[in-house]
């Protein structure tokens, strides 16, 4: 198989936006939030831009302190973002945030980058930042969905435990979703890249099954955390 991907010229790249256009067009004309959409087409088009210069920077980057840096940072936004569902979430929901992302998420990336796939050297950035990324945005999102939920049922009356279960299964709802259909409705975006890179859809296939069991361990362990230390701030939420 060609082990080459073909390059995306600027006006291909102009068509990949014919349907978010139609879309945009519709919320506006339901009055859904258009501008809301337009703004956040256009933050997803300069961000991964900018994020695609940078990448070339940290690829090339051959000191761990830099990725370490990179990981730090990408917690701190994954946590800040995680508890943005939450009203007047304050420092200590922020800080339960970060702990609950980073307990499940790095132990999982040092599990699959040394154990699984032996890494050399641990923060070769080709693997890590990207797996690294996909387990942090995992847990984040669980975060942030259980956050959302477990106030939303504590508001109804329920009891913590009532609540704690709802918001635990909410959060998991997505990526057992994507268990579910894995392979038969979609093909995620990883073996997906892979496979038009030019790799055997097995290896691809083993690569995916690595990626699929450690969002779910992440998603589960970040939101189990999160709703186990925050229980003492249940009566604020």
Do not use: C
Request: charge should be positive.
């Amino acid at each position: 198989m060609s082990a080459s991907v073909s390059s995306i010229s600027n006006l291909a790249l102009a068509l990949a936006f014919l349907p978010t256009l139609i879309v945009i067009a519709i919320m506006y004309y339901w009055r859904a939030g258009g501008g809301t959409a337009i703004y956040a087409t256009l933050r997803m088009l300069v961000q991964l831009l900018l994020i695609g210069y940078v990448l070339v920077y940290i690829f090339d980057a051959d000191h761990w302190g830099v990725i370490a840096a990179v990981l730090l940072g990408m917690l701190i936004a994954a946590s800040w973002i995680a508890v943005r569902t939450v009203e007047s979430p304050g420092m200590r929901t922020y800080l339960i945030a970060f702990l609950a992302v980073s307990v499940s998420g790095v132990p999982i990336l040092a599990l699959v980058t040394q154990a699984v796939l032996n890494v050399e050297p641990w923060f070769l950035p080709r693997y890590v930042v990207p797996l690294a990324g996909m387990i942090f945005s995992g847990s984040m999102t669980a975060i942030s969905i259980a956050a959302e939920r477990l106030a939303a049922e504590l508001k109804t009356g329920n009891s913590w435990e009532a609540a704690r279960r709802t918001a635990f299964n909410t959060a998991m709802i997505p990526i057992v979703n994507s268990l579910f259909a894995v392979g038969l409705v979609s093909l995620p975006g990883m073996m997906t890249g892979q496979v038009l890179s030019g790799i055997s859809p097995l290896v691809a296939a083993k690569y995916q099954i690595v990626v699929m069991t450690m969002l779910f361990g992440a998603t589960g362990i970040a939101a189990a955390i999160y709703l186990a230390l925050i229980k003492n701030k249940a009566g604020n939420l």
